[in-house]
C-alpha cells in the first residue's frame, strides 16, 4: 500500500521561507496529480497548490507568487517551496492525490508562522 510522508515542517518567523517535502513509498507521482492541502486550527482542509503530471501547478489565490511546487517523480518526492510565510499560513501540510484519496492522508507536517 502507498504511503505518503510529509517533513519539514518547523517554526518560522514572518517573511520566512520553508521547504517541505512528501516522498511516496509506490510510483504514484509519476501517474496522478498531486496536491498539498493544509489545515489551519479550527479551519476545515484546504489545498494549496495541485501539480498535474507534467509539472504543471495550480495554486490557490492565498499563496500564489509564493509558494512553488516541484515534484520529482524519479524519486517519488514532491516539494513545496514556501516563501514570504505569513501567520495565516500556520497549519498543518499534507500531500495526497488530486482530488483526494482518504486512504493516503498521513500524519502531515506542522508549520507555524510567528514571531
Known amino acids: 500500500q502507498v504511503q505518503l510522508v510529509e517533513s519539514g515542517g518547523g517554526l518560522v518567523q514572518p517573511g520566512g521561507s520553508l521547504r517541505l517535502s512528501c516522498s511516496a513509498s509506490?510510483?504514484?507521482?509519476?501517474?496522478?496529480?498531486m496536491a498539498w492541502y493544509r489545515q489551519a486550527p479550527g479551519k476545515e482542509r484546504e489545498m494549496v497548490a495541485v501539480?498535474?503530471?507534467?509539472?504543471?501547478?495550480n495554486y490557490a489565490d492565498s499563496v500564489k507568487g509564493r509558494f512553488t511546487i516541484s515534484r520529482d517523480n524519479a524519486k517519488n518526492t514532491m516539494y513545496p517551496q514556501m516563501n514570504s510565510l505569513k501567520p495565516e499560513d500556520t497549519a498543518v501540510y499534507y500531500c495526497?492525490?488530486?482530488?483526494?484519496?482518504?486512504?493516503?492522508w498521513g500524519q502531515g507536517t506542522q508549520v507555524t508562522v510567528s514571531s
Open positions: 509506490g510510483t504514484i507521482f509519476s501517474i496522478n496529480a
Open positions: 501539480v498535474l503530471s507534467r509539472d504543471v501547478a
Open positions: 495526497n492525490l488530486f482530488p483526494p484519496t482518504i486512504d493516503y
